[in-house]
């Protein structure tokens, strides 16, 4: 049973660029949840999605930021016009309910030249 | 003040030793308790998840959870070189999907 994937594992963009981040749960998973981890700082919570719907997004910056769950293929993280502090290494992870334990994929690196 | 306190460290330790990692939270609604273990540069990988007070063991870990004093630790026996890494407690009030994090604990087993 394979886990979370994301890719790409590593995103070079420069300043005003788009970054796109992708999130498969692992089988049987309809929860999926965004974290983003700065350098030095713990996770942050950023959205939660469940198939077609945002559940809370919370921790979601209100501008340049979104987040989808199509009801075929994987989930994205959106970044438009991506600023030097968005480098970070961004996290999904996935759940079978609401509420039980969380798995997380390996990250995202990106970094903003 | 944060929802959730936990001593960044580093912890360092001789092989064999027991480790203790403990955080503190404020929310009395958080009802799911976990670990995650994260070395460099990669995911968070789940070792432990609890959801009531008490103990639960799993091989040399042990969780502990102390709901009226909203405490909780991690043991870690016969500690290894290769648990060296940052520890991360995780909560969430299982109504929600949010988990909120612990700053981590860095541990560092010396041979």
């Known amino acids: 049973n394979a886990g979370v994937m994301q890719n790409p594992r590593h995103l070079v963009r420069r300043r005003g660029q788009e970054a796109r981040l992708r999130c498969s749960p692992m089988k049987g998973h309809s929860h999926v949840y965004w974290y983003r981890q700065l350098p030095e700082e713990g996770l942050k919570f950023m959205v939660y999605l469940q198939k077609e719907n945002i559940i809370d997004e919370s921790g979601m910056p209100k501008e340049r930021f979104s987040a989808e769950f199509p009801k075929e293929g994987p989930s994205i993280l959106r970044i438009q016009q991506v600023v030097r502090g968005d480098s970070a290494a961004y996290f999904c992870?996935?759940?079978?309910?609401?509420?039980?334990?969380?798995?997380f994929g390996p990250g995202t690196r990106l970094t903003v030249l | 003040q944060k929802e959730v306190e936990q001593d960044p460290g580093p912890l360092s330790v001789p092989e064999g030793a027991i480790v203790s990692l403990n955080c503190t939270y404020s929310n009395s609604a958080f009802q799911y308790f976990m670990w995650y273990r994260q070395y460099s540069r990669k995911g968070p990988e789940l070792l432990m998840y609890?959801?009531?007070?008490g103990n639960k063991e799993d091989g040399r870990f042990t969780a502990q959870v102390d709901k009226s004093s909203k405490y909780i630790s991690l043991f870690i026996r016969d500690s290894q070189p290769s648990d060296s890494a940052t520890y991360l407690c995780?909560?969430?009030?299982?109504?929600?999907?949010?988990?909120?994090f612990g700053q981590g604990t860095t541990l560092q087993v010396k041979p």
């Open positions: 609890t959801y009531s007070s």
């Open positions: 992870a996935s759940s079978p309910q609401q509420g039980t334990e969380q798995f």
């Open positions: 995780a909560m969430n009030p299982g109504n929600t999907g949010k988990l909120i």
